[in-house]
């Protein structure tokens, strides 16, 4: 996303003593994070925290963190929708079938409606001043151009982050065409719905629609079948969220027995990707564990109280809170502890047959989640790639993406989904953390086994508990608001 140079003014001077603070601090090593953070990183971190921990409304999150700024550079992007599938045993039923399955029957959640979905095709243009305007062509004639500056295969399937209320392709670009550069291959980056107009499961409709999209085009599309083999499932924050739970979706749908899913009047065998690169996963919504507290300092993400309160929570507008009222922005209470809601709620066993992971993370506020979901799969069978980074806040790569650590997260993170295509993936687990201040970067290997000293039982208890109070805090609301609406009928 960019931003102009009076805004930035704007966001800066009235933080400045917050900032000369901070600088001066870190520079005699005496700020709070001046042993894992240099001084760029600890004073991004501050303002950044800054910054969203000023609370407005909804409805201005979305239009500020939406807005386009339009596509000029070595990127390459063609805009296509894809249209809503009619068939009546598709996509929304097998999504149905999977939440049953995977929840005890105390779940609640809103159907959703079918229909259009937008992504992009973002790619790298070779040659292009910074600042060159993208070619005033048809979307087709864009994809062809494209396409020109695609060497392989490689199709990164991704899903963008902002807390599944904020973001949008459009302010992602950079990063997706950064990884097409890399690989040498093209992202598929989805406009899925964003709540909390769209609660749960509408995202992952959403990203069913745009996988299915890929392996069996509808009539009009730019692009031919492209095979799972070739695929590659991606995302940073929630989306990282996205891309797992769809993986876990289509782990489930074929462990019941269910091969192929109707789409556009076509039997489409499930197969999963090549693999899937997760960018600091959110894996549990209910934000439970303890690092969402421990590595507060070394985040911008604010942690929320010991029942799961956000301080920063949107001020009320028409879209939050929601009518009726529910306690998370995402979902009903009662699906915090679904693993297609919280990947991190899955069992091991959950995992069995998944294609290789690639992990990535800071110390950040989701080390814990990030860690255990990792340990998780390994332990499933999964051949897990894990890499964390010393001192490093939140989604830190995209953040810095010239440093020697964003530097070397990106170049990970494209070999892997470059081996994975070409089926020359890992064989077997591997853990590094790198550490602070190296440079070039310094990995350590670790076991995999001790990743975490959480057990299961402490990682369930707590979902659970954070679970409780979100669904007491959503019957209070609900009571409250039905009053409302019998006082207002009278």
């Not at 910054?51 to 999150?61: C, D, G």
């Not at 999977?98 to 409606?113: C, H, K, N, V």
């Not at 690092?291 to 070394?298: R, W």
């Amino acid at each position: 996303m960019d931003i102009s140079p009076r805004a930035l003014l704007k966001l800066l001077v009235p933080r400045l003593p917050l900032l000369l603070t901070t600088a001066i601090l870190n520079t005699i090593s005496l700020s709070p994070n001046s042993s894992k953070q240099d001084l760029q990183t600890e004073l991004t971190v501050v303002i950044i925290r800054s910054i969203i921990s000023v609370r407005k409304t909804m409805s201005y999150l979305q239009h500020i963190s939406m807005k386009d700024p339009g596509i000029k550079g070595p990127i390459s992007v063609a805009k296509v929708t894809i249209p809503p599938p009619t068939d009546e045993d598709g996509p929304r039923v097998a999504i149905v079938r999977a939440i049953q399955e995977l929840g005890d029957g105390s779940e609640t959640y809103t159907l959703p409606d079918i229909v259009n979905v937008e992504a992009e095709w973002t790619g790298y243009r070779k040659g292009v001043a910074k600042n060159e305007p993208r070619p005033d062509l048809p979307e087709a004639d864009q994809y062809r151009v494209l396409m020109a500056g695609v060497s392989n295969e490689t199709t990164i399937l991704y899903f963008h982050g902002g807390a599944y209320f904020l973001m949008d392709p459009c302010s992602h670009r950079q990063s997706v065409a950064h990884l097409a550069r890399l690989t040498g291959g093209r992202g598929y980056s989805v406009r899925y719905r964003l709540a909390p107009q769209n609660p749960f499961p509408a995202q992952l409709l959403d990203a069913l629609i745009a996988y299915l999209s890929l392996l069996s085009p509808p009539g009009g599309s730019f692009h031919e079948p492209v095979p799972a083999k070739s695929i590659v499932f991606a995302g940073d924050s929630a989306g990282a969220n996205l891309a797992v739970t769809l993986l876990q979706l289509l782990l489930t749908l074929r462990r019941i027995g269910l091969r192929n899913i109707k789409f556009h009047g076509v039997d489409v065998p499930i197969e999963l990707p090549a693999g899937v690169a997760l960018n600091s996963c959110w894996a549990d919504i209910s934000r439970s564990m303890p690092s969402i507290h421990k590595n507060a300092q070394f985040d911008y993400l604010d942690p929320p109280t010991a029942e799961g309160i956000s301080k920063a929570d949107p001020l009320p507008d028409d879209l939050w809170p929601a009518r009726p009222p529910r306690a998370e922005i995402f979902c009903n209470a009662s699906m915090l502890a679904h693993p297609l809601v919280s990947p991190l709620a899955a069992l091991s066993e959950l995992w069995e047959g998944m294609p290789p992971a690639w992990l990535c993370l800071g110390n950040e506020g989701l080390e814990d989640e990030i860690t255990i979901l990792a340990r998780r799969m390994h332990q499933g069978g999964g051949v897990v790639h894990f890499v964390g980074y010393e001192g490093m806040p939140h989604c830190f790569a995209m953040i810095f993406p010239t440093t020697p650590k964003g530097k070397d997260c990106y170049q990970r993170q494209a070999k892997f989904i470059m081996n994975v295509v070409v089926d020359a993936g890992p064989t077997s687990s591997k853990a590094v953390w790198v550490k602070a201040f190296s440079n070039p970067p310094a990995p350590k290997e670790l076991d995999f086994e001790h990743l975490s000293k959480l057990t299961d039982d402490e990682v369930f208890s707590a979902i659970d508990r954070m679970r409780n109070h979100a669904r007491r805090r959503e019957e209070d609301a609900l009571k409250k608001w039905n009053e409302q609406q019998s006082r207002a009928k009278l």
